[in-house]
């Protein structure tokens, strides 16, 4: 029998391969973490560090349901033989959609346009009113050029875009399929319309985006952050929403969820979402199928398909 701490409720209906895996290894999921807890999978919300890795000695996986892992210490799990596991493609497409979706919203202003008529305030065709920023034939500038960055980058084509990217590795396949060119930082912040954010939060990346880098921005630019808030230094970010430094920003993802900036809050050109980037139904549940496959490998004794701390751990599949 194995317990598994899972502080959140599943989709109704998973796999039934995983099901009776489930049932076969005698899986008991539980929503408090006990002392002989031997899996956790979780969501964001769980801090997973060394106090809590202090209090389940048993435990043998982290399965992370998201594939940033920025609410894990892994070099602490590591250093207990813990492994660690993400969520990786399942979630890439529908993140990008959103993406779009904020880089739309905001450059042509749909939600204020909607709170316009909804608020009665449409009183004729107004040839002045809620005029926003052309989107085709602009440049994007994706940074962190992994899986959603790509995804993100294919879809410009469509509107006759020009990319930019930028990212530790050059992207052959992507600069071939989208004829996107890879700039250092400086030139991506200088050059960019609209800058979309996709490299993951850690040390380094933490206020990655502060006020010297959105001062370097375009005037007139257009933000958009999918990734992580507290890439973005939000106070800064607000003041340059308010003078209008920045034409707008499109956030699905704050530093201190789910709270959110008040200067943020106060302004109209800055589209705000609750962290939805990978909430479809089928995204979900993919998700939830990938973290207990992870999980139940690891329980089998078996290297998960996901693990990112296999390496360190010496594991061989
Ligand atoms: P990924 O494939 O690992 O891509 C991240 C890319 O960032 C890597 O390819 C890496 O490329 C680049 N990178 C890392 N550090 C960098 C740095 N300091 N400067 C420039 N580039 C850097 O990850 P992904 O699957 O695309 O996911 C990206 C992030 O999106 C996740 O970590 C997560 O936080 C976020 N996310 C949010 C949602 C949501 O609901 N809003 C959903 C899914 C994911 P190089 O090694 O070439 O630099």
Redesign the pocket.
């Given at each position: 029998m194995f317990r598994i701490y899972r502080p959140y409720v599943f989709p109704d209906e998973i796999d039934p391969a995983i099901g009776k895996d489930l049932k076969r290894l005698g899986v008991k999921f539980e929503p408090i973490l006990h002392a002989d807890t031997d899996a956790i999978v979780c969501l964001l919300a769980t801090k997973v560090d060394a106090a809590l890795l202090a209090r389940v000695p048993k435990l043998r996986v982290v399965s992370n349901v998201?594939?940033?892992v920025?609410n894990i210490d892994v070099p602490a799990c590591t250093a207990r033989g813990v492994v660690v596991t993400n969520t990786?493609d399942v979630?890439?497409e529908a993140?990008a959609d959103?993406a779009w979706a904020l880089l739309l919203a905001a450059a042509r202003r749909v939600p204020e346009s909607e709170r316009y008529v909804r608020e009665g305030k449409w009183k004729q065709w107004d040839w002045t009113a809620l005029r926003g920023h052309d989107v085709h034939g602009r440049t994007l500038g994706i940074?962190?050029?992994?899986?959603?960055?790509q995804a993100t980058g294919h879809r410009a084509v469509g509107f006759s875009m020009e990319v930019l990217y930028?990212?530790?590795?050059r992207?052959l396949l992507f600069e071939h399929t989208t004829q996107a060119r890879r700039v250092d930082?400086k030139a991506l912040l200088r050059q960019s319309d609209f800058l979309s954010i996709?490299?993951?939060?850690?040390k380094?990346?933490r206020h990655?985006v502060g006020s010297r880098e959105l001062a370097m921005m375009k005037p007139g630019a257009i933000l958009i952050n999918?990734?992580?808030g507290a890439i973005v230094d939000e106070a800064a970010l607000a003041k340059a929403l308010k003078s209008g430094r920045l034409a707008a920003a499109g956030l699905?993802?704050f530093e201190h969820e789910p709270k959110i900036h008040p200067d943020l809050l106060k302004l109209d050109n800055v589209v705000i979402l609750p962290?939805?980037?990978?909430?479809t139904e089928t995204t979900r549940r993919r998700m939830v199928e990938t973290a207990l496959r992870n999980c139940l490998a690891a329980l089998k004794g078996e290297v998960p398909p996901n693990a990112l701390n296999a390496h360190a751990l010496n594991l061989k599949g």
């Open positions: 998201a594939v940033g920025d990786p979630l890439t993140t959103l940074l962190g050029a992994g899986r959603i960055g930028t990212s530790r590795q992207r930082f996709h490299v993951p939060l850690n380094e990346t990655l999918t990734a992580r699905d993802v962290h939805i980037g990978s909430a």
